[in-house]
């Protein structure tokens, strides 16, 4: 993703192939003012980028290095990536164990089984050794996919009902020897994580972005929503397919498109179905996502993507999720929403 200096109208949802997902390239409004900070950097594998609109300019520096402060406690808790991290710890204590965790993980491990719960599993996140074998974690690319015997037997340590949780949250219990991989959660989370600094600091106005998904604070510069771009899912061309208002709300988008590899012309995406243990193939090319909290859009825009166009479409509209779909057709794609989406379509100026 290339950050840039000058912003132009609209941010735009796009897909990059890197181990943390989708991410955003960011194309901000131009500055009103002086007083539209920015501060970006990399962090989890991708980039993020933070403005915020204040009249205490001198205060800008001391927020951005509280930004990156988080950012890192986060990453350091969370990245499977990392040998000694949180979730590295825990996924090599032995079964059975109580392990205490930190206030970020025990958060973000509650939004996690309540969105695996809630989904019946299609968002699972101890399916950390399927993404892995199937060349999209840590362990690196494959050069073949893995085989049916290697898939059952991974298969067969899954499970989010085998994670529990003490009443207090600050203690977690594996039951299967499982590898959990919280990506599909954790940037989301961060997002709140910083969204929530800006507001502690008397900041109403501004937009957190991180490896794809956004919060969006107020209203940018000169009082109009962010304007979003949805992109058209298609590895080759990046149009934009939809283009959204948006203010005090998150927006999380998981697709198929970007991240994937192809062997003898079978094109393996990185979302998982926890069902088959394989890459999805169905025809959802993208959801997005939008709910107050980012983290729980980013978990159910992976879930959504697993289920596919019509239990997909279905489940958001009988749990009420504002929820755009982007779907595969002879002819390019056809676009589906929620009635809980359509209030956030652009109109006519």
């Given at each position: ?152 037997a991974l ?170 779909f982007i ?13 809980g989406f ?8």
């Amino acid at each position: 993703m290339q950050m840039r200096s000058s912003i132009t109208n609209y941010v735009v949802v796009k897909y990059l192939s890197i181990s943390l997902a989708l991410v955003l390239s960011l194309v901000r409004c131009s500055p009103a003012s002086d007083e539209l900070q920015s501060h970006g950097g990399e962090i989890m594998g991708t980039h993020y980028s933070v403005q915020w609109h204040m009249k205490r300019a001198d205060q800008a520096q001391r927020i951005a290095g509280q930004v990156d402060r988080l950012l890192e406690q986060i990453n350091r808790s969370m990245s499977t990536y990392i040998s000694d991290s949180e979730i590295s710890r825990f996924n090599n204590a032995p079964v059975d164990t109580s392990f205490e965790v930190s206030e970020d993980f025990s958060q973000v491990m509650q939004t996690a089984l309540g969105i695996a719960d809630l989904t019946r599993g299609a968002f699972d996140f101890t399916i950390g050794a399927l993404v892995n074998a199937w060349g999209f974690g840590p362990d690196g690319v494959v050069s073949s996919p893995p085989d049916e015997k290697h898939i059952r037997a991974l298969k067969a340590e899954t499970g989010f009902e085998y994670i529990s949780m003490s009443e207090e949250g600050r203690r977690l219990i594996r039951r299967r020897d499982s590898y959990i991989d919280l990506s599909a959660v954790a940037k989301g989370y961060a997002v709140d994580v910083i969204a929530h600094l800006l507001e502690t600091k008397g900041i109403e106005n501004f937009l957190v972005e991180i490896g794809g998904e956004i919060r969006a604070g107020g209203v940018k510069p000169g009082g109009r929503p962010w304007r979003i771009g949805i992109e058209m899912p298609d590895s080759e061309k990046h149009g934009i397919q939809k283009v959204i208002d948006i203010s005090n709300i998150s927006v999380a988008t998981s697709g198929d498109y970007r991240n994937y590899f192809e062997e003898n012309g079978v094109r393996y995406s990185h979302t998982i179905d926890p069902a088959t243990g394989r890459p999805i193939r169905h025809r959802l090319a993208s959801v997005t996502v939008l709910k107050a909290d980012c983290a729980s859009a980013d978990a159910l825009a992976t879930a959504l993507l697993v289920m596919g166009p019509e239990k997909g479409l279905e489940f958001a509209q009988q749990q009420d999720i504002a929820a755009y779909f982007i779907v595969k057709s002879r002819d390019g794609f056809e676009t589906r929403w929620t009635e809980g989406f359509a209030t956030y379509l652009l109109k006519p100026d």
